[in-house]
């Protein structure tokens, strides 16, 4: 009888997992046709876009423009000559942005389960390959499930950055997305993403609603549930980067859900042995200005803003974050962990707002 029960719970699983989906194609296939037509303030303005991606936002075309549903600016630097792949690419936009900073000898992969939108970014790859001047399209773009990269061929440790904006939170089973992420990711490599978070755990029969779907509420994850789930998966110190509230302007939209709190998120997360709390080796980190379009500083997360030239003392996680990633080259990094002083004192002292680079 027993076996039966899970049978039946596996299988209505699957079902609300497919349902989902279909609801989510539709909404983003169909019922949208521009960011005009959503609901919420889950799209952050251009404004919080740092001038330099911004330049490289008006050499796209207008419908991949048009096209785009995000809540962040979620693209790090370093990228030239990098793999990046672009979770939930929709028509394109932050994929076709990435093209411009992997530089021709780099690539992008654009994963998204909405042919409609995949539709609009394909056809707009050799308008891109040229407005760059690349002898050819650097992105590839693949229909599929984001929670199982291993059917589109994507193999282990095969990505340098993994980005994504607003769309996890629209994935049925995000343990199993979040594990596909860091299985493909190379050591070191960076998951770099904005989403939608609320303040508490929200009523799985919510996720039936089609528009709260699609706005990117029903979905949203706890924030203290997505901690967890990051520990439980290895990843013991994903760092905030950017916080904005999402504002309910919608009437209906507010009566359904208005109970919770909404957040814009944008987080970084390293592939990287890290312990679970922030402990003092000694160290210190000195930027030194390198980093393309960073001359002067650089914000690792919501409490690490490193000026170019000024040593900042850190814990040994943001040592081994500057010093095990594709950042190294661009930090000087003093002392080791051969002498442990205790706990570090790491609480932020920088203001995570929609003025930050990212949303």
């Known amino acids: 009888m027993s076996m039966n029960m899970d049978l039946e719970r596996d299988i209505e699983t699957r079902a609300d997992a497919d349902a989902q989906q279909s609801a989510v194609r539709s909404y983003y296939g169909e019922t949208l046709q521009s960011s005009n037509d959503l609901r919420t303030t889950a799209c952050c303005s251009i404004d919080a876009m740092p001038e330099y991606l911004r330049t490289i936002l008006a050499q796209l075309h207008p419908e991949v423009r048009d096209r785009f549903y995000g809540c962040g600016s979620p693209l790090p630097p370093a990228l030239d000559g990098r793999t990046v792949l672009d979770l939930g690419c929709g028509s394109g936009r932050d994929a076709y942005l990435l093209s411009k900073l992997v530089g021709e000898h780099g690539r992008v992969i654009g994963v998204d389960m909405t042919a409609q939108q995949l539709a609009v970014a394909e056809r707009h790859r050799d308008f891109h390959a040229q ?22 061929g994507i193999a282990d440790a095969s990505v340098d950055v993994v980005v994504s904006n607003c769309v996890l939170n629209l994935v049925p089973d995000k343990r199993v997305a979040f594990a596909e992420i860091f299985r493909v990711l190379k050591p070191g490599g960076e998951l770099y993403f904005s989403d939608v978070y609320s303040n508490r755990r929200l009523p799985h029969e919510l996720l039936a609603d089609p528009v709260l779907l699609g706005e990117c509420l029903a979905g949203a994850l706890y924030t203290e549930d997505f901690r967890r789930l990051m520990g439980n998966l290895g990843v013991a110190d994903a760092r905030v980067c950017a916080r904005a509230p999402i504002a309910l302007t919608d009437a209906a939209v507010e009566q359904k859900i208005g109970f919770a709190r909404f957040e814009s998120i944008t987080w970084r997360a390293f592939k990287l042995p890290l312990e679970d709390r922030c402990e003092d080796y000694g160290q210190v980190a000195t930027y030194l200005g390198s980093l ?25 996680n943001t040592a081994d974050m500057l010093g095990g990633s594709r950042y190294a080259p661009h930090f000087r990094l003093d002392g080791d962990k051969q002498h442990h002083y205790g706990l570090f004192d790491c609480s932020p002292d920088i203001p995570a707002s929609s003025s930050a680079s990212c949303c």
Request: hydrophobic share 40%; proline share 6%; with cysteine.
């Open 131 to 152: 407005a760059f001047g690349h002898a050819a399209s650097n992105v590839r773009f693949q229909q599929g499930d984001l929670a199982d990269l291993a059917a589109l």
């Open 292 to 316: 393309p379009d960073h001359p002067h500083r650089f914000m690792l997360d919501d409490h690490h803003l490193f000026e170019r030239g000024k040593p900042l003392r850190v814990c040994g």
